[in-house]
């Protein structure tokens, strides 16, 4: 068990993300151009997906998701400061007996002054946010990507705060059913000037879950969930090519204790280590955990199955290998990301590994003003 962690440190350390993966081209940025004022614009976003995760542990089995997201949109910007975007998000998962998984509407409206902003309707969400993997399951960027509700960020090269609201399920008075929502929260900040190539980066990260509500005829308990993170990240280099370190202290807690999941508190350490040169990264992360339960991280990190939840793992120690390669694909307009990541099971003795590929395609035509 020593020379394993160990190995995976090392080749971290020898080698070449942010946070455990650098996930920067699969964000979704809403951005205003002051020349924009007064523009109609034309978008078509799409995503071509193939994650294939080989999971043999009893935790979370493997399982394939191979589709493509569809994103037609119409954005018009009011002035420098006010910018609307409305259309249709699409999925279609390959095989599914409906033409579509998922069909929702797509409204938002941003405003911005300096590195401020707030918007209201569908969300720069999923792994724009930033969060890690334990506190934010990576693949809610394929199943959960459409979220809707309220965000404020502060964004510049120095500082990101974002703040927001996802509400997943809206009752009436006569729903049988729990309103449910999402809070979140993440900011850092780079504590050196931003012309120094070294970087120290405090790191804060806090997600709630919610489900209650004061009318409806469900008797089930109200709950509130929380995970929070906080950490401190070490980064030297450009965005061509740096080294980075980061440790963080992981917590659940559900002060309800209304008895539904095994555990009430929990705790884990996460860790990563590696260099990126290029367009190729690669790196090695540790995760232990004890009691740890997240409601929408991702499963294979808690202590609780998601496949049977009668098995229980109080401990879980996992150590992966990530190799990512991300560049246009053959220098047209498609961003490619290639990922492989093995992963050993400690508690389990187990290897298992996931590897993905994503070809994203954003259009953009403006029309007459």
């Not at 401990?315 to 992966?320: D, G, M, T």
Request: proline share 4%.
């Amino acid at each position: 068990m020593k020379k394993v962690l160990v190995f995976c440190l090392l080749i971290g350390f020898l080698s070449s993300v942010n946070a455990q993966v650098d996930n920067v081209v699969l964000t979704d940025q809403f951005p205003l151009q002051a020349s924009d004022s007064g523009q109609f614009t034309f978008e078509i976003n799409t995503n071509s997906y193939f994650r294939n995760t080989e999971y043999f542990n009893p935790i979370e089995l493997g399982r394939t998701l191979l589709g493509y997201q569809l994103q037609p949109l119409m954005a018009y910007q009011l002035n420098a400061h006010v910018k609307m975007q409305a259309g249709l998000y699409l999925r279609r998962d390959f095989g599914a007996a409906a033409v579509f998984t998922e069909m929702q509407p797509v409204w938002r409206i941003k405003a911005q002054k300096g590195a401020f902003s707030m918007l209201v309707g569908t969300l720069e969400g999923a792994l724009t946010h930033g969060f890690h993997e334990p506190i934010f399951d990576v693949n809610r960027y394929i199943e959960r990507r459409n979220e809707e509700g309220l965000q404020f960020k502060i964004q510049n090269q120095q500082t990101f705060l974002d703040l927001f609201i996802d509400w997943s399920r809206y009752i009436s008075r006569s729903s049988n059913e729990q309103e449910k929502f999402v809070v979140g929260l993440h900011a850092k900040r780079n504590l050196l000037p931003k012309a120094n190539r070294f970087k120290i980066i405090p790191d804060l990260q806090i997600i709630g879950k919610h489900h209650g509500g004061q009318i409806g005829s469900n008797n089930d308990p109200v709950t509130m969930r929380w995970n929070t993170a906080l950490g401190i990240r070490f980064e030297q280099g450009n965005v061509y090519q740096k080294g980075f370190f980061d440790v963080n202290y992981l917590t659940y807690s559900e002060p309800d204790k209304s008895g539904l999941w095994p555990s009430h508190s929990g705790y884990a350490y996460l860790s990563s280590l590696g260099v990126q040169k290029g367009a190729l990264t690669l790196s090695s992360t540790l995760y232990l955990g004890n009691q740890f339960l997240a409601p929408i991280g991702t499963p294979i990190y808690a202590s609780q199955s998601i496949e049977n939840p009668k098995v229980y793992q109080a401990e879980r120690k996992l150590c992966y290998l990530r190799l990512l390669y991300e560049k246009p694909l053959m220098k047209s307009q498609i961003k490619t990301s290639l990922r492989l990541e093995p992963v050993y099971d400690l508690n389990n003795d187990l290897f298992d590994y996931s590897y993905s590929l994503y070809l994203v395609y954003n259009f953009s035509h403006k029309l007459s003003k």
